[in-house]
T-cell receptor
Framework: DAGVIQSPRHEVTEMGQEVTLRCKPI?????LFWYRQTMMRGLELLIY????????DSGMPEDRFSAKMPNASFSTLKIQPSEPRDSAVYFC?????????????FGNGTRLTVT | AQKVTQAQTEISVVEKEDVTLDCVYE???????LFWYKQPPSGELVFLIR??????QNEISGRYSWNFQKSTSSFNFTITASQVVDSAVYFC???????????FGKGTSLLVTP
């Protein structure tokens, strides 16, 4: 089975540019999560979707961040405009939400550097 | 609110030593779930184990073992006879029936030297 697929693996951009991160969850999974990892703050939940519907976006830092899930097999996280403090590794994860103990399966992450 | 504390930021051991990674959690829920993940130097997050709050039995999987103690809100992870390949950052996490997402601790960086 293919795991969670994220693209790109690395992204380097200049401050003010728009950045779009992409995620393909595991087929059959109905929950999708976006996390951000930094040295200072560790792993932070940004937003999660259940059955393509955003359930909780309270972790999204500010209006510059937006996420969409147009269908069960694709999600995007967009930052516009990007700032140097957005530099981090962004992980997408999916799970089959039948029970609360479903583990999250993570992608390999996108390392974002904003200069 | 849920919270996970991993007090050990970094641990360094010599190969073949046993090492225990501590995890203390906070939750108001009576039903909750605990997880451990491994993040090797390559960066991916690998699921290791889950445990629900009703099951306090310890679990052993090869060189790995987990000790869940509800009375002290701890879910500690022990690696027996550590190997260099165990070098990674290990994360403890908690969630509950009322939440979908995992709340992670800050992680413990384990370095195993030959």
């Amino acid at each position: 089975d293919a795991g969670v697929i994220q693209s790109p693996r690395h992204e380097v951009t200049e401050m003010g540019q728009e950045v779009t991160l992409r995620c393909k969850p595991i087929s059959g999974h109905n929950s999708l999560f976006w996390y951000r990892q930094t040295m200072m703050r560790g792993l932070e939940l940004l937003i999660y979707f259940n059955n393509n519907v955003p359930i909780d976006d309270s972790g999204m830092p500010e209006d510059r961040f937006s996420a969409k899930m147009p269908n069960a097999s694709f999600s995007t996280l967009k930052i516009q405009p990007s700032e140097p403090r957005d530099s981090a590794v962004y992980f997408c994860a999916s799970s089959y939400r039948r029970e609360s103990n479903s583990p999250l399966h993570f992608g390999n992450g996108t390392r974002l550097t904003v200069t | 609110a849920q919270k996970v504390t991993q007090a050990q930021t970094e641990i360094s051991v010599v190969e073949k030593e046993d090492v225990t990674l501590d995890c203390v959690y906070e939750t108001r829920d009576t039903t909750y779930y605990l997880f451990w993940y491994k993040q090797p130097p390559s960066g991916e997050l690998v699921f290791l184990i889950r445990r629900n709050s009703f099951d306090e039995q310890n679990e052993i999987s090869g060189r790995y073992s987990w000790n869940f103690q509800k009375s002290t809100s701890s879910f500690n992870f022990t690696i027996t006879a550590s190997q260099v390949v165990d070098s990674a950052v290990y994360f403890c996490a908690v969630n509950s029936n009322s939440g979908y997402a995992l709340n992670f601790g800050k992680g413990t960086s384990l370095l195993v030297t030959p």
